[in-house]
């Protein structure tokens, strides 16, 4: 089915309707922002949640936006990856991309650089990448989806899920599947937690909001209760294990991890971007949306499933990464505009390049020592949070 359907007939004096486009200020605003218009009754009207994603101008073109946070993102992956204990210069590192893939020849200058290169430094980096990409995409799909600029992965449960399969692992000591025992125990969890958060908001055939993130606020205590309740009766050596999926990190990145996360955030990134126009329709108000031809019950049910594999792929990989998918959209509507055919690809490459500078700033401030990188996003992340909080509110006029 196509993303929009036809219309129904509006009355003779004008016969085709017009959606209200998304990218002006206020562009399904009130009366007292414009003068009112005959085909007025005819509109359809954005919630006022709805209304904090829809409003705002775009300041940035949406191509120098993307090219920008791309060579942005190259930038700063070339420099975080030769930067460490052993540095290696930026041309060094380019040069031993260029013989690896072939457009070089030769043999570098320094074996030991490639070495460390490949084998600690292009993972780490490679699955900062993914993780943050999976990260602020989700996040941007789960704002949409709500139409609530305070929606975040976590909100559903699918972070504090992850944790709990992880920890349950660690402290029961359950290897089915082998090295990937813990990765496979974090994913499921995400997973499990989403869908009973799920089930349990469903009534009637249909899932309301604000019941949806009222249960996922409860089932996220629940399940932080129980990972309390395994973190103490763990041992000193679980308790380690534990604390670095709670606090987060990708000190263990391996090129294995990178192969499994890596196509499940492609996909995902790339699936959120076709369904982006559908999110816009439904930034209008389910009502209209659904006249739009959007079966918004589906739609919701969709981008959850994507939004539980985008974190649930990413936690697994490395633990608790919090405000990357609630700050990263902010960030990019400021600048791009709500079009969500923006805002996805590039809270997807934003987060990316927010993941890649935490980590190098997380390993660096305070070498040899690390900073595990869930606090450090918590530490810029919550004080954003807050002013931009304080910030839409004022622009609003309140939330009501």
């Known amino acids: 089915m196509s993303d929009v359907t036809e219309a129904p007939a509006a ?53 120098l936006l993307l090219g920008g946070l791309l060579v942005t993102l190259v930038v700063v992956a070339v420099v975080a990856a030769g930067t460490g204990a052993y540095s290696v210069a930026p041309l060094e590192v380019l040069g031993s991309l260029g013989r690896r893939l072939g457009a070089l020849s030769g043999t570098g200058a320094d074996p030991l650089a490639d070495s460390v290169l490949w084998e600690i430094r292009f993972p780490r980096v490679a699955l900062a990448v993914i993780v943050g990409a999976a990260l602020g995409c989700a996040g941007a799909v789960l704002q949409g989806t709500f139409a609530n600029p305070l929606a975040e992965p976590g909100i559903i449960g699918v972070s504090a899920g992850a944790v709990l399969g992880a920890v ?3 402290v029961l000591g359950v290897a089915v599947a082998g090295s990937w025992s813990l990765a496979v125990a974090a994913f499921v969890g995400g997973l499990v937690t989403v869908l009973v958060v799920y089930a349990t908001a469903r009534h009637a055939g249909r899932t309301e909001v ?17 990972i309390g309740l395994f973190t103490y009766l763990s041992t ?6 534990i604390t670095f999926w709670t606090l987060g990190s ?3 990145a391996t090129w294995e991890k990178v192969a499994v996360v890596g196509p499940l955030a492609l996909v995902g990134v790339a699936a959120a971007w076709r369904w982006a126009p559908r999110l816009d329709l439904l930034a209008l108000g389910e009502r209209p949306a659904h006249h739009l031809g959007v079966d918004v019950e589906r739609l919701r049910v969709a ?39 923006l805002v996805v690809p590039a809270s997807a ?19 040899p020592s690390e900073i595990p990188l869930g606090v450090l ?3 810029v992340g919550s004080p954003f949070f807050l002013w931009q909080i304080r910030r839409t509110r004022a622009r609003q006029g309140g939330w009501a």
């Open 236 to 241: 000193d050596a679980e308790l380690r294990s």
């Open 377 to 379: 996003t918590a530490l």
């Open 303 to 341: 981008m959850l499933a994507l939004v539980a594999v985008l974190t649930a792929a990413a936690v697994a990989m490395s633990g608790m990464v919090l405000f990357v998918g609630l700050v990263v959209p902010h960030l990019v509507r400021m600048v791009g505009g709500p079009t969500h055919r």
């Open 210 to 226: 604000i019941t949806l993130v009222l249960t996922g606020i409860a089932v996220n205590a629940l399940v932080g209760a129980v």
């Open 250 to 252: 990708v000190a263990a």
């Open 11 to 63: 009355p003779p004096a004008d016969p085709a309707p017009r959606v209200v486009p998304l990218e002006g200020a206020r562009a399904a605003g009130t009366s007292a922002e414009r003068a009112p218009r005959p085909d007025d009754e005819h509109r359809p009207v954005a919630s006022p949640t709805a209304a904090v994603l829809v409003a705002g101008p775009r300041l940035v073109p949406a191509s």
């Open 168 to 170: 349950v692992q660690i």
């Open 349 to 367: 490459l934003a987060g990316a390049v927010v993941v890649v500078v935490a980590d190098l700033v997380a390993r660096t401030v305070v070498a």
